[in-house]
């Protein structure tokens, strides 16, 4: 069974950077793409970024290209979310996701089928 841990949320100040990551275990990593989104309170989970399963293409959200970077590392299982010059309106949680079958008509919708628990992003003005 697939399990995601996200981990480096926090407080930042506008302007700032962080680096979240998601360890992947329980089946293969290397045969799945990835997704990061997120969920602000009181809207609904919205795309970020995502990454075939071998790093060959990644997917943007337009409200973070240029400035989000996604990024895997089949050798420890790990997909990485990159965030600077972050701003006030990037606060949510953030979840990633994994899917074997996604295909690049929905690896931007939240149609993946495995989720992490969420990590808490605070960008402060």
């Known amino acids: 069974q697939v399990q995601l841990v996200e981990s480096g949320g926090g407080l930042v100040q506008a302007g700032g950077s962080l680096r979240l990551s998601c360890a992947f275990s329980g089946r293969t990593f290397s045969n799945y793409a990835m997704g990061w989104f997120r969920q602000a309170p009181g809207k609904e989970r919205e795309f970020v970024a995502a990454i075939t399963w071998n790093g060959g293409s990644t997917y943007y959200a337009d409200s973070v290209k240029g400035r989000f970077t996604i990024s895997r590392d089949n050798a420890k299982n790990t997909v990485y979310l990159q965030m600077n010059s972050l701003k006030p309106e990037d606060t949510a949680v953030y979840y990633c996701?994994?899917?074997?079958?996604?295909?690049?008509?929905?690896?931007?919708?939240?149609?993946?089928?495995?989720w992490g628990q969420g990590t808490q992003v605070t960008v402060s003005s």
């Open positions: 996701a994994a899917d074997a079958w996604i295909t690049m008509a929905t690896i931007t919708t939240p149609r993946y089928n495995h």
